[in-house]
C-alpha cells in the first residue's frame, strides 16, 4: 500500500526559483492538506481541498499556490522562493473530517531549504 | 475558535518510567480528541483518539481520557521504551462542518536507556 507519496523528498533552492511539491494519494480520499513543520510552531496549514477542483486557504496560505486537478493529486506551487519558506512541507488525506473520519495520513515529508 | 495546547517540551526519561503529556483544549461544541505521533523522519500517524466525553482512547500501551469538565485530553503510558522517542502531537476535530484538525505544537520526547 502506498498511501500519501510526497516528491521529491529533498529538495534545495535559491531566492526567487519557483518550484512545485508533488502529493498523491491511493485511497480516494476527497480531502487533502498541505502543512508545513517549522521547530517551535508544530504543523500550520497552508492550503486544503475538499475535493477535485476545489481548494482553499489555510491559516498560512501566503507564497503558495495550489491545485487539485485530479482527485488522487494536490500539487504545492512555491512561485517565488524566500529563505522564510525553508520548513519540512507535510502532505494528507482523509476520508472527511468533521464527518466521523478525521483519520489523516500523512506522507513522509518534503525537506525544503531556500538559499 | 479553536485551539490546543500542550505542555511544552522536550521530555527526557529514562526506560520504564512513567508518561505524561499534557494537553488542553479550548473549543465549540462536542469536538474529537486525538494524538498524533511523529517517529524520527517520518510523517504523522493516528496514536488514538476519543469521540465523546469519558472515552478513553488506547494503542500501544498508550492512554487518554476526555474530559470534557477540565477541557484535557492528557496521553499517558506507564512503562515508557527507547522505541517510543518520537513527537507526540494532540489535535481536535470541532465537528460537523469543519474541513480540518487543530494540531498542538508538539511535545518531542526522548527515552534514554
Known amino acids: 500500500n502506498a498511501g500519501v507519496t510526497q516528491t521529491p523528498k529533498f529538495r534545495v533552492l535559491k531566492t526567487g526559483q519557483s518550484m512545485t511539491l508533488l502529493c498523491a494519494q491511493d485511497?480516494?480520499?476527497?480531502?487533502m492538506y498541505w502543512y508545513r513543520q517549522d521547530p517551535g510552531m508544530g504543523l500550520r496549514l497552508i492550503h486544503y481541498?475538499?475535493?477535485?477542483?476545489?481548494?482553499a486557504k489555510g491559516e498560512v496560505p501566503d507564497g503558495y499556490n495550489v491545485s487539485r486537478l485530479k482527485k488522487q493529486n494536490f500539487l504545492l506551487g512555491l512561485e517565488s522562493a524566500a529563505p522564510s519558506q525553508t520548513s519540512v512541507y507535510f502532505c494528507?488525506?482523509?476520508?472527511?473530517?468533521?464527518?466521523?473520519?478525521?483519520?489523516?495520513?500523512f506522507g513522509s515529508g518534503t525537506q525544503l531549504s531556500v538559499l | 475558535g479553536n485551539s490546543v495546547t500542550q505542555m511544552e517540551g522536550p521530555v527526557t526519561l529514562s526506560e520504564e518510567a512513567f508518561l505524561t503529556i499534557n494537553c488542553t483544549y479550548t473549543a465549540t461544541g462536542y469536538p474529537s480528541l486525538f494524538w498524533y505521533v511523529q517517529y524520527p523522519g517520518e510523517g504523522l500517524q493516528l496514536l488514538l483518539k476519543a469521540t465523546k466525553a469519558d472515552d478513553k482512547g488506547s494503542n500501544k500501551g498508550f492512554e487518554a481520557t476526555y474530559r470534557k469538565e477540565t477541557t484535557s485530553f492528557h496521553l499517558e503510558k506507564g512503562s515508557v521504551q527507547v522505541s517510543d522517542s518520537a513527537v507526540y502531537f494532540c489535535a481536535l476535530d470541532s465537528g460537523a462542518g469543519s474541513y480540518q484538525l487543530t494540531f498542538g505544537k508538539g511535545t518531542k520526547l526522548s527515552v534514554i536507556p
Open positions: 481541498s475538499v475535493g477535485e477542483g476545489t481548494t
Open positions: 485511497m480516494n480520499h476527497e480531502y
Open positions: 494528507a488525506s482523509s476520508i472527511g473530517i468533521g464527518q466521523g473520519n478525521e483519520k489523516l495520513f
